[in-house]
T-cell receptor, first 113, second 113 residues
Framework: SQQGEEDPQALSIQEGENATMNCSYK?????LQWYRQNSGRGLVHLIL?????REKHSGRLRVTLDTSKKSSSLLITASRAADTASYFC?????????????FGSGTRLQVQP | DADVTQTPRNRITKTGKRIMLECSQT?????MYWYRQDPGLGLRLIYY???????NKGEISDGYSVSRQAQAKFSLSLESAIPNQTALYFC????????????FGDGTRLSIL
């Protein structure tokens, strides 16, 4: 299976609610990144968290990282209809011979107005 | 103008044809990547290049080839297209170094009949 696996695969919430997406990975990492993809468009980088960080904030986004559990979560607070998109985690693994990010399969978020 | 431009945006072709997808960038990044995206499988890395003289295979390089013609240009070729190469293809770029975000084009939707 892939290095990064998101959970849930799909999430539907009402506007104003919080959305939480989780990512699990298998190998040690240098950093983990979250990306957003609107339908029919390329991915857009949201936030990066390094392996020595536990939590990071950017606007309405909060990312946590637990390296002991090899997992990360992305929280979007006070969601808006415009947050409807797919969200992907991507890991930068430590010295596996792979010098590029590994993307998970994504969480599709639907925010109902 | 977009920083990462992919051409064409859509392409329908027949089995056995040779196809080239092109990517150009104005970000001045050394690193460029080609991914394919299939429903439910996230992004999978085809090839990547860390500078003009560097080409590396990704996890699904069979049936594909690439050319890094200049720092700003990275093209992907399907030598003899087959239907299971029908997918959405993305080009991305990043600056050198660990933890650099990737910047994506808007993709090429390729259908092989």
């Amino acid at each position: 299976s892939q290095q990064g696996e998101e959970d849930p695969q799909a999430l539907s919430i009402q506007e104003g609610e919080n959305a939480t997406m989780n990512c699990s990975y298998k190998t040690s990492i240098n950093n983990l990144q979250w990306y957003r993809q609107n339908s029919g468009r390329g991915l857009v980088h949201l936030i990066l968290i390094r392996s020595n960080e536990r939590e990071k904030h950017s606007g309405r986004l909060r990312v946590t990282l637990d390296t002991s559990k090899k997992s990360s979560s992305l929280l979007i607070t006070a969601s808006r209809a415009a947050d409807t998109a797919s969200y992907f985690c991507a890991t930068d693994a430590v010295d596996t011979g792979r010098r590029a990010l590994t993307f998970g399969s994504g969480t599709r978020l639907q925010v109902q107005p | 103008d977009a920083d990462v431009t992919q051409t064409p945006r859509n392409r329908i072709t027949k089995t056995g044809k040779r196809i080239m997808l092109e990517c150009s960038q104005t970000k001045g990044h050394d690193r460029m990547y080609w991914y394919r995206q299939d429903p439910g499988l996230g992004l999978r890395l085809i090839y990547y290049s860390f500078d003009v003289k560097d080409i590396n295979k990704g996890e699904i390089s069979d049936g594909y080839s690439v050319s890094r013609q200049a720092q700003a240009k990275f093209s992907l070729s399907l030598e003899s297209a087959i239907p299971n190469q029908t997918a959405l293809y993305f080009c991305a770029t990043s600056a050198s170094g660990s933890g650099q975000p990737q910047h994506f084009g808007d993709g090429t939707r390729l259908s092989i009949l």
